[in-house]
């Protein structure tokens, strides 16, 4: 029988911090590689932290799919050959919009997927295409 290791990462987001969430990350997504993990998962805004009041207020933490969290995680989805999904605040370059994401990286380190959610937090987030 086949089996297939998935870890879903709990941390402890610092509200806010967007920098100390990511090293959180990488520290949990490299121990889950280590430990077999083909597909991690991580919380929603695990990158910023969520309850945020408008868009000002958020929008110094927002990122591209392909900004510095992808950068950072890429190279360790690459290195132990798994799947991670993580959610976070992106923004979109060509329109500047922000929405409440997710993407996915495969184990090649590329991104795979950047899904941007249809009924997102209202006081800041343009909901996605369905």
Known sequence: MNNLHVTCIHAAVRHGDSAFNRQVLQHELHLAGRAGAKVVIAPEMVISGYAFTSRDEILPLAETAAGPTFQALAPLCQEHGLFCCFGFAEQDQASGLLFNSAVVID?????????????AECRWASPGNP
């Not at 184990?107 to 009924?119: F, Q, S």
Request: with cysteine; charged share 30%.
């Open 107 to 119: 184990p090649e380190g590329k991104l795979a997927l950047c899904c941007r959610k249809i009924n």
